[in-house]
């Protein structure tokens, strides 16, 4: 089993390493936070309504949490959708399942296969987004001490550990995310519903975020990881919202996944 | 005894049927797609599997290779039961249905690189073994070309590559030359004929009736979901009516009065001159000893050899539902060309 998923995992890294949307992705975001912190360095307005926008050009180790702000609303679905909400429907584009599901791989480990290339690409590309955002910042404006939400100064290395709990605090919801869009991906068969579902769920759950409604279903949003990172910021430290976004997170995954499963293992292809 | 126990089984493996299905059942929603179907192949054989549009063969394919969940019935490929549920395509299977697809923005070596790597092939193993496919199917001097812009026909041979590099004791082919040219369906023929004699299944399903005829020993035939004949070449000939031929006498008038008395013999006088005569052959040498006994002579005896698609509408009786494809129309047309037997 493990070797028949490791296979297939491999074929699948291969096709996304020869499409452009996957280098175009990956580039970005290593690009997108040099070209931020390059345009904040140059400017001289800050983008002040943003957490830790103020600071940006006082410490770069702002950059990376800037970033991660703008990233829950757009970056994390779109990442989490482009090829986990492709990669199941992509073959129904193409027509190639009997192609594929006529080699020595049973259903299972090609679903396990694409299943781990999907959160693989998401994981790879937030650690990317991450890094990137943190080195922007070191080497463009630089590593001064950072100001936190409670307004206490915290030296660039105590900080730069918040800064990477912060970020690893989202992969769970990242993980959900992408799950969502492999069961959109698997059940409607389209890649234009497995990409845009995904990303339009997220900013539904930002937006019903905003609006007064029952605490639990709050708490069940997919996005309320996005923002749980904000109690690493704070003094003293708060962890709840981390603890609950990861099992949100963990969720999604198990019910999404075994959902789509279960609607490949039945499907008739071509029937 | 170890080395006794193994020989048992692989005599026992070996004389299964390369492929046997029992009562296949298959329905979408009210529609009974397959009903109760059995399939069985020998190793070596080329068995046709024939039959008009709508009638199933494209979903008993799909079935046996896994694609499409049986509602009844078992399946034995290489003498393993695949299951209804995980339907994993044993080693030694191999095949494609329609016109097979693959991913365009690879080139077609690629693509059969990354099904090796599917199948198990380390990265060496399986890139002579591309090589190798590509060259017996033609395809090498488009090989590094991206397979979007494959015609149908290179799919085709792509497809066929796929399955080759499978190494297959079984091998499902969907009408494999509708998209080559002449001397591409040719060679895919004798490719198919190749592996058949190399002790290879091979389920050929076609409208083009006079290709199985040309390759088939064996054949099934399906109409409306149901198995209606299934046996070999020479057997549904047999069921079929009786063959007409083209008649010469000294005396076409005396002719047509013997037959008259003769059972198994239907004359009618030809519009163009001449006699039809309708008889199975034991019939129709009784009748010629009998011609020449009377002093008629028998000046010529045309056979209008009955295609394999004329004997299959005449056995459905559906020859109004049958949709002969204009292609198989033609291949008709060439079937039904006199051959002089006398």
Redesign the interface.
């Known amino acids: 089993m493990l ?1 028949g998923i490791g ?2 995992t ?2 699948e890294c ?2 996304l390493a ?2 452009m949307k996957t280098r175009i992705v990956l580039a970005a975001c290593v690009a997108g936070p040099f070209v931020f912190a390059v345009a904040m360095r140059v400017q001289s307005n800050v983008p002040a309504d943003t957490l830790f926008g103020r600071s940006i050009t006082e410490s770069g180790l702002a950059v990376p949490l800037v970033v991660l702000g703008f990233a829950a609303l757009w970056v994390f679905p779109v990442v989490a959708s482009v090829v986990g909400g492709d990669l199941f429907s992509s073959e129904d584009r ?15 480990e090609v679903f396990a296969g694409k299943v781990v290339t999907a959160l693989g690409f998401s994981l790879v590309a937030t650690v990317v987004l991450a890094l990137s955002s943190i080195a922007a910042g070191l080497l463009v404006i630089g590593h001064q001490p950072l100001v936190n939400l409670s307004g206490v100064l915290l030296a660039p290395g105590p900080a730069l550990v918040r800064i990477a709990t912060a970020w690893a605090s989202v992969l769970p919801s990242a993980i959900g995310l992408t799950a969502l869009a492999v069961l959109a991906s698997v059940a409607t068969r389209s890649s234009a519903a497995g990409i845009g579902l995904p990303v339009v769920g997220a900013l539904t759950m930002q937006l019903y975020a905003m609006v007064d409604g029952p605490e639990v279903i709050r708490r069940s949003l997919i996005t309320s990881g996005f923002g749980a990172w904000h109690g690493l910021l704070a003094e003293p430290s708060y962890y709840g919202p981390i603890g609950h976004a990861a099992l949100a997170g963990m969720l999604y995954l198990v019910v999404c996944l075994a959902i789509a499963h279960h609607v490949l ?2 499907r ?4 | 005894m170890t080395i006794t126990n193994t020989a048992a089984i692989q005599i026992v493996t070996l004389e299964r049927p390369a492929l046997e299905a029992v009562g296949i059942s ?1 329905r ?1 929603g009210s529609r009974e797609v397959l009903c109760g179907v059995d399939l069985i192949v020998r190793a070596g054989q080329l068995h046709g599997l024939l039959g008009p549009n709508g009638a199933g063969k494209t ?1 008993l394919m ?1 079935v046996l ?5 049986r509602d009844a019935g078992d399946v034995h490929l290489l003498g393993q039961r695949v299951d209804a ?5 044993p ?1 030694g299977v ?5 016109t ?7 080139s077609g070596r ?1 693509n059969l690189e ?2 090796a ?4 092939h380390r990265r060496a193993e399986g890139a002579a073994r591309v090589s190798d496919v590509l060259d017996q199917v033609g395809l090498s001097a488009h090989a590094d070309a991206a397979a979007g812009g494959y015609s149908a026909g290179m799919r085709q041979r792509l ?1 066929l590559a ?1 399955a080759l590099m ?1 190494s297959p004791r079984l091998l499902f082919l969907d009408e494999p030359t509708s998209s080559l040219d002449p001397a591409g369906a040719r060679d895919v023929r004798a490719l198919a004929r190749r592996l058949a004699d190399a002790g290879t299944a091979v389920v050929l399903s076609s409208h083009d009736m006079s290709e199985v005829e040309e390759l088939c020993s064996t054949l099934t035939f399906i109409h409306h979901g149901h198995v209606i004949f299934s046996g070999t070449l020479e057997g549904v000939r047999m069921l079929a009516p009786p063959q007409v031929h083209a008649m010469h006498t000294s005396d076409d008038r005396a002719a047509l009065g013997l037959a008259s008395y003769r059972p198994g013999i239907t004359a009618v006088r030809a519009s163009g001159g001449g006699l039809e005569v309708s008889a199975h052959l034991d019939a129709l040498d009784e009748y010629v000893i009998a011609l020449g006994c009377a002093g008629i002579a028998v000046r010529a005896l045309e056979s209008r050899t009955r295609s394999l698609e004329s004997l299959f509408l005449d056995i459905t009786g559906d020859a109004d539902g049958a949709e002969a494809t204009t292609a198989s129309r033609l291949s008709l047309a060439e079937a039904d060309a006199p051959a002089v037997i006398s």
């Open positions: 070797r296979a297939v491999s074929v291969s096709k020869a499409q193409y027509g190639t399942w009997a192609t594929l599901l006529t080699r020595s791989r049973t259903r299972a293992r039945h008739d292809i071509g029937g | 298959k979408y979903t799909r290779l896994g694609l499409v969940g549920t995980d339907r994993r395509v080693d191999a095949g494609f249905v329609d097979p697809a693959f991913y365009p923005y690879l690629r990354l099904l790597r599917l199948d198990g497809g796929a499978r």
